[in-house]
């Protein structure tokens, strides 16, 4: 599975004057991945990753170059493997001219309900 988010950026999330704050960028990055888990738990996909809450367990970035402000940025994101609870999603960032700013890779682990 594959999804495309879209975010638009204002001045305000700058980290230096003109650069987007490598925080959001992280941020835009574990929503998105995110959103593979509750895309699937809508379609009612059932397995040892969906139908349950799942959480990041570990995420690493590699910023490649500045982000933008007053930009809208694209974030894509897709399944790499499903290992058990363990689910391992990738992602690209890009400015509105396609360039890439930033990609990450990410850990998701399912987490069981409590009695």
């Known amino acids: 599975m594959h999804v495309s988010t879209l975010f638009a950026l204002g ?21 998105s991945m995110g959103v593979l888990h509750d895309i699937n738990n809508a379609l009612g996909k059932r397995g ?11 995420l690493e970035i ?8 007053n930009e809208t940025v694209l974030v894509n994101a897709w399944v790499d ?3 058990g609870r363990r689910t391992n999603i990738k992602c690209e960032i890009r400015d509105g001219r396609g360039i ?15 009695i």
Do not use: Q
Not at 48 to 58: E, Q, R
């Open 11 to 31: 001045e305000g999330l700058c980290g230096y004057e003109g650069v987007l704050h490598g925080g959001m960028i992280m941020t835009m990055a574990d929503e």
């Open 48 to 58: 040892t990753t969906f139908g349950a809450a799942n959480v990041t367990a570990g």
């Open 62 to 69: 590699k910023f490649l170059k500045p982000g933008p402000i």
């Open 81 to 83: 493997s499903v290992e």
């Open 100 to 114: 890439e700013i930033a990609k990450c890779s990410s850990t998701w682990v399912s987490v069981r309900p409590k």
